[in-house]
């Protein structure tokens, strides 16, 4: 500690190279802590999937409908337990409607759909009064309480997806608001909106069809086979299917821009190996500057050790410097994203998206290795420099 | 000040040598050196540039090493000790005056000076006490929070001066004290070393090319291509 007053006024010397080099760290340290977070919330949503359902949508894509009569040929399917309608409303609040507030809104079958994620937890009376009110909604307690619902409030939604927009909105009126165990399903979202299919399936005239089946199987074991005789008995079809888990159906989302973990890793390490270069540079040009200084610490007394330490200790305060910048510009944009246009649509879907404390120790510590890795060479340089070669004017 | 070998020297060289080597080629700089400096005496080493003062210097202070012969200082062969060992017993034993002062210019005056005592086991309080001890008999204590860019290249050379005494070392060797200050400067600080050689029995072993410089020492050594002219 007698030596910290010593460390840190070097750090002083030229004020412009430290601060621009715990700007190049903090900029790393950002980096990884937001990548790092975006890729633990996509990891954390892929394993709120539950084993024992299938999800089964167009073969194309996502933007094409099935037939409302493939369900009860799916049910007949040996191994499926349950079906149920889930279609992506993509409604928006209020008139005319609010694009900033989004959250996921879906229009199912009631009863089996409920039947099959018993993670929404909603108290018999609730469940009872949505399945009997065709314009019943179940509101997820995070939303509820963000718009100030309560059970019997209503609000419209209008979608923008064109088969279901029919000229006007869609009333609602709530009647159960969910919640989750924590503990049990510790993924399950709690912004989501249900509304019945038939409701939109009468508004459109029955115009429209379905945009995913949820499925549940009797055994988790028999996915592949349960699957492969579905998308079998729409082979020759206009519109195949394509059948898969519900991980696999929401890893599928992000690999649309393409091998995320690889794309965002690939970034990372890029950054921090330029700014390990950087700031290698950096410490060298500062070592070189002091030879003189080293050399009359050595005369001093100073063991070639001890130099070396000083030298490291430098960099380590830098590094300590710029990840707890980094961190705190980390945590800022974690918390602004949501808020942000494109990206907010993207990070509110991840229901634990935010900073967690293995990701920001991981930060700082790759900050620190950063400095203890740049700073190395200098300070092994100045450790075996000799007192006299360094006292030599340049 | 003890003395703890049979002449009574603080430096007793021994048929020292000190060679060179730049890529394949060998450079003799010190050939055979042999001379006693008395514990409490103030001895100047001359001659022309590349006759090895400044290298006999170095090896006297313990920053560098002979290649052959001997070298005993404040009582310890030089040349059997380890790297580690030697640079604790510099900080025990030499203070070592620069002839560009060396001041680290991000510290103040009296943490210049503070610095060889952070090797010590002494508080932060005694630390600093001693250091404007060592200001005070250098002059300087009412500049102890100046920079070296506010000080003067006499006021800097003081500040070392200061810096090389703090830890009440038996040996002090300069090189070229004066060699970078006016006439006016160069007088203050020979009379800052006739003081603590003759009030503190200082033993010195200073480099100079000046001779106003080299009359201030009460003996004066020749040096020329490596070997001793007296």
């Given at each position: 500690m007698k030596y910290l007053p010593y460390m840190l006024k070097h750090l002083r010397r030229n004020w412009i190279r430290t601060s621009t080099t715990i700007v190049g760290i903090a900029v790393c340290v950002f980096l990884f802590c937001v990548l790092r977070s975006v890729l633990a919330a996509v990891d954390y949503g892929m394993q709120s999937g539950n084993a024992n359902r299938l999800i089964t949508r167009h073969a194309v894509g996502l933007t094409q409908q099935i037939p409302v009569t493939y369900q009860e040929r799916i049910r007949a399917v040996p191994g499926v337990k349950r079906v149920a309608i889930a279609n992506w409303f993509n409604g928006f609040l209020g008139m005319p409607p609010d694009y900033r507030n989004f959250f996921a809104n879906f229009a199912i079958d009631p009863e089996e759909y409920l039947d099959m994620h018993p993670e929404f937890v909603l108290t018999p009376d609730e469940r009872t009064a949505f399945i009997t009110d065709r314009r019943g909604a179940v509101v997820g307690k995070e939303l509820a309480d963000k718009h100030g619902w309560k059970l019997g409030s209503t609000f419209q939604l209008e979608s923008t997806i064109p088969p279901y927009r029919v000229g006007k909105p869609f009333d609602f009126i709530v009647r159960g608001i969910y919640t989750a165990d924590k503990v049990k399903n510790p993924g399950t979202d709690l912004t989501m909106m249900f509304f019945h299919f038939k409701y939109l399936y009468e508004a459109t005239n029955q115009r429209v069809g379905v945009g995913t089946y949820s499925l549940q199987i009797e055994d988790p074991k028999q996915a592949p086979a349960v699957a492969k005789a579905i998308d079998a008995l729409f082979e020759n079809s206009d519109a195949q299917t394509k059948t898969e888990t519900e991980a696999q159906f929401i890893a599928g989302f992000f690999a649309l821009a393409g091998n995320l973990a690889l794309l965002l890793n690939l970034i990372g390490t890029a950054v921090a190996f330029t700014i390990l270069l950087v700031t290698a540079n950096t410490m060298s040009m500062a070592v070189r500057e002091r030879r003189k200084e080293i050399a009359v610490l050595k005369t001093l007394g100073f063991p070639s050790g001890l130099v070396m330490m000083l030298i490291l200790g430098e960099a380590l305060l830098i590094g300590l410097l710029g990840g707890g910048v980094g961190l705190l510009l980390g945590g800022a944009m974690i918390g602004a994203m949501p808020q942000m246009p494109m990206i907010g649509d993207l990070v509110r879907g991840f229901p634990n998206f935010g900073m967690t404390w293995p990701v920001a120790s991981l930060g700082l510590g790759f900050a620190l290795f950063l400095s203890l890795a740049a700073g190395l060479i200098p300070a092994v340089t100045a450790f075996r420099a000799r007192i006299t070669d360094m006292l030599r004017t340049v | 000040m003890s003395t703890q070998n049979g002449f009574g020297a603080a430096v007793d060289v021994q048929q020292v040598r000190k060679v060179y080597k730049r890529d394949t080629q060998e450079i003799t700089v010190l050939d055979g050196i042999s001379l006693q400096v008395k514990s409490g005496e103030?001895?100047?080493?001359?001659?022309?540039?590349?006759?090895?003062?400044?290298?006999?210097?170095?090896?006297?202070?313990?920053?560098?090493?002979p290649t052959s012969g001997k070298l005993t200082v404040a009582g310890t062969d030089v040349g059997s000790l380890s790297e580690g060992q030697l640079a604790t017993w510099r900080s025990r034993n030499i203070g070592f005056i620069f002839q560009f002062y060396n001041l680290i210019p991000v510290l103040s005056a009296v943490e210049n000076v503070e610095l060889p005592l952070l090797l010590t086991s002494l508080s932060k309080s005694e630390r600093r006490n001693r250091a404007l001890l060592a200001l005070k008999i250098v002059g300087l204590e009412d500049r102890s929070k100046h920079y070296p860019r506010q000080l003067s290249g006499g006021q800097e050379q003081r500040v070392a001066i200061a810096r090389a005494i703090v830890t009440d070392p038996s040996v002090l060797v300069a090189d070229e004290p004066t060699g970078d200050l006016d006439a006016r400067s160069a007088e203050e600080i020979l009379?800052?070393?006739?003081?603590?050689?003759?009030?503190?029995?200082?033993?010195?072993?200073?480099?100079?090319?000046?001779?106003?410089?080299?009359?201030?020492?009460?003996?004066?050594?020749h040096?020329?291509?490596g070997l001793l002219k007296d």
């Amino acid at each position: 500690m007698k030596y910290l007053p010593y460390m840190l006024k070097h750090l002083r010397r030229n004020w412009i190279r430290t601060s621009t080099t715990i700007v190049g760290i903090a900029v790393c340290v950002f980096l990884f802590c937001v990548l790092r977070s975006v890729l633990a919330a996509v990891d954390y949503g892929m394993q709120s999937g539950n084993a024992n359902r299938l999800i089964t949508r167009h073969a194309v894509g996502l933007t094409q409908q099935i037939p409302v009569t493939y369900q009860e040929r799916i049910r007949a399917v040996p191994g499926v337990k349950r079906v149920a309608i889930a279609n992506w409303f993509n409604g928006f609040l209020g008139m005319p409607p609010d694009y900033r507030n989004f959250f996921a809104n879906f229009a199912i079958d009631p009863e089996e759909y409920l039947d099959m994620h018993p993670e929404f937890v909603l108290t018999p009376d609730e469940r009872t009064a949505f399945i009997t009110d065709r314009r019943g909604a179940v509101v997820g307690k995070e939303l509820a309480d963000k718009h100030g619902w309560k059970l019997g409030s209503t609000f419209q939604l209008e979608s923008t997806i064109p088969p279901y927009r029919v000229g006007k909105p869609f009333d609602f009126i709530v009647r159960g608001i969910y919640t989750a165990d924590k503990v049990k399903n510790p993924g399950t979202d709690l912004t989501m909106m249900f509304f019945h299919f038939k409701y939109l399936y009468e508004a459109t005239n029955q115009r429209v069809g379905v945009g995913t089946y949820s499925l549940q199987i009797e055994d988790p074991k028999q996915a592949p086979a349960v699957a492969k005789a579905i998308d079998a008995l729409f082979e020759n079809s206009d519109a195949q299917t394509k059948t898969e888990t519900e991980a696999q159906f929401i890893a599928g989302f992000f690999a649309l821009a393409g091998n995320l973990a690889l794309l965002l890793n690939l970034i990372g390490t890029a950054v921090a190996f330029t700014i390990l270069l950087v700031t290698a540079n950096t410490m060298s040009m500062a070592v070189r500057e002091r030879r003189k200084e080293i050399a009359v610490l050595k005369t001093l007394g100073f063991p070639s050790g001890l130099v070396m330490m000083l030298i490291l200790g430098e960099a380590l305060l830098i590094g300590l410097l710029g990840g707890g910048v980094g961190l705190l510009l980390g945590g800022a944009m974690i918390g602004a994203m949501p808020q942000m246009p494109m990206i907010g649509d993207l990070v509110r879907g991840f229901p634990n998206f935010g900073m967690t404390w293995p990701v920001a120790s991981l930060g700082l510590g790759f900050a620190l290795f950063l400095s203890l890795a740049a700073g190395l060479i200098p300070a092994v340089t100045a450790f075996r420099a000799r007192i006299t070669d360094m006292l030599r004017t340049v | 000040m003890s003395t703890q070998n049979g002449f009574g020297a603080a430096v007793d060289v021994q048929q020292v040598r000190k060679v060179y080597k730049r890529d394949t080629q060998e450079i003799t700089v010190l050939d055979g050196i042999s001379l006693q400096v008395k514990s409490g005496e103030f001895v100047a080493l001359m001659g022309p540039s590349g006759s090895g003062k400044t290298t006999l210097l170095n090896l006297i202070a313990g920053i560098d090493r002979p290649t052959s012969g001997k070298l005993t200082v404040a009582g310890t062969d030089v040349g059997s000790l380890s790297e580690g060992q030697l640079a604790t017993w510099r900080s025990r034993n030499i203070g070592f005056i620069f002839q560009f002062y060396n001041l680290i210019p991000v510290l103040s005056a009296v943490e210049n000076v503070e610095l060889p005592l952070l090797l010590t086991s002494l508080s932060k309080s005694e630390r600093r006490n001693r250091a404007l001890l060592a200001l005070k008999i250098v002059g300087l204590e009412d500049r102890s929070k100046h920079y070296p860019r506010q000080l003067s290249g006499g006021q800097e050379q003081r500040v070392a001066i200061a810096r090389a005494i703090v830890t009440d070392p038996s040996v002090l060797v300069a090189d070229e004290p004066t060699g970078d200050l006016d006439a006016r400067s160069a007088e203050e600080i020979l009379s800052l070393l006739d003081t603590l050689n003759t009030e503190f029995k200082k033993t010195i072993v200073m480099v100079t090319h000046d001779p106003r410089a080299a009359e201030r020492a009460h003996v004066q050594h020749h040096l020329e291509k490596g070997l001793l002219k007296d």
